[in-house]
């Protein structure tokens, strides 16, 4: 069990700086994810805390004792990738005590910890076979099986799911949830995937350009985002950002329709209006919109519409039984609580 805190926390590779300063604290039994596009710096923060990276700033505690410079063996957090990285000439059962044996932990231990761990994981009945002969799936299992075993203070994920379809990725997302909850152990887990995000975290660590956006539960940054960044990453189809003219507690929409929303006491000149497409339903003293896409989905139906002849679209999801015909007007409204607005320039949210 551990907490991990992070403060200042910076790495450049030579001249170029990729983690500006991260501050961070991860309480003992937290499933904290880290989200993000592409190249924002996930993996490099979560290997700087597994030791694997070493830190050009800051400093990294793990129980509150500083590990800046302690190698990732005494750190005692175990670490699981994307690709598996199984020994191929072992069997499952080898591949999981090998680490153990190397610390020359006795026999019985060692079996004891490979039974618990199989078993807590359904591959007790693979123990005997080849990494060749699992499915990804299973392969994933014994990916953390391995890690299980050390009884890490810490488990440390960098996108485990990704080399495995929808699925199973529903599936392993569920099962390594169940076992945050049976191990209670701290967890930070790495992902550009906001759903998994959403659906796994105690708390969403939003990172942009090796920067922290925010930190907060997945309903507090769904409800309540703090950027435009943040509101347009978790949620989707994602927010509708619509350009306006805002004056007191109201907004101009391309077009011309005014609808209102809190604004700052105020308020004039331009700015950007976030709406979830969930948020926007049919009102018939609503703004109007030209339907050019539908597609049902089931249980609702995805409608994307063009405001007042400009260029914008918004993407509304509305009821699936709703017939709804391409080229109609819709007209839309939304509650103005469900609205945020957002400074054009800088992104950051406008708060009334
Ligand atoms: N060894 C390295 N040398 C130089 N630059 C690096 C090195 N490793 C990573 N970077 C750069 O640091 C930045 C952050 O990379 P990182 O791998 O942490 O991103 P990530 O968020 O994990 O992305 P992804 O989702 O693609 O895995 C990127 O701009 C990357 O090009
Ligand atoms: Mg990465």
Redesign the pocket.
């Known amino acids: 069990m551990a907490t991990i805190e992070l403060s200042g926390v910076r790495?450049a590779?030579?001249a170029?700086p990729?983690?500006h300063g991260v501050d961070l604290a991860i309480r003992d039994g937290e499933f904290v994810v880290f989200v993000?596009?592409?190249?924002?710096?996930?993996?490099?923060?979560?290997?700087m805390i597994a030791g694997l990276e070493d830190i050009t700033g800051g400093e990294i505690r793990i129980d509150g004792r500083v590990v800046n410079a302690e190698p990732p063996a005494q750190r005692g957090l175990a670490m699981v990738f994307q690709s598996y990285a199984l020994y191929p000439h072992m069997s499952v059962r080898q591949n999981l005590s090998f680490g153990l044996e190397n610390l020359r932990m006795p026999r019985a231990e060692i079996e004891r910890r490979v039974a618990d761990a199989a078993r807590m994981l359904q591959i007790d009945v693979l123990l005997e076979r080849k990494p060749r002969q699992l499915s990804g799936g299973q392969r994933q299992r014994v990916a953390i099986g391995r890690a299980i075993v050390r009884e890490p203070r810490a488990f440390l994920f960098?996108?485990p799911l990704s080399n495995l379809d929808a699925k199973l990725r529903q599936d392993m997302r569920l099962e390594i949830k169940r076992l945050h909850q049976r191990l209670g152990a701290t967890m930070i887990y790495?992902t550009?995937d906001q759903v998994e995000a959403m659906t796994m975290a105690d708390r969403i660590v939003v990172?942009n350009g090796?920067r922290i956006e925010q930190v907060g539960p997945p309903r507090a940054l769904y409800r309540d985002p703090a950027t435009r960044f943040v509101a347009g990453f978790i949620g989707a189809p994602p927010m509708n950002m619509i350009p306006v003219a805002m004056a007191t507690g109201q907004a101009t929409l391309p077009g011309g329709a005014i609808v209102a929303v809190a604004t700052p006491a105020g308020a004039a000149g331009s700015a950007v209006l976030g709406i979830r497409p969930e948020h926007l339903v049919r009102d018939p003293s609503g703004f109007a919109a030209t339907v050019e896409l539908v597609e049902p989905l089931g249980a609702d139906t995805l409608v994307s519409a063009r405001l007042g002849g400009g260029e914008t679209m918004v993407t509304a999801r509305l009821p699936g039984d709703a017939e709804i015909p391409i080229g109609a007007t819709l007209r839309l409204g939304f509650d103005p609580h469900d609205a945020v607005l957002l400074d054009p320039e800088t992104g950051a949210r406008l708060r009334a």
């Open positions: 790495k590779y030579g170029t990729v983690i993000g596009p592409s190249g924002c710096g996930k993996s490099t923060l979560l290997r960098d996108e790495v550009h990172l090796g």
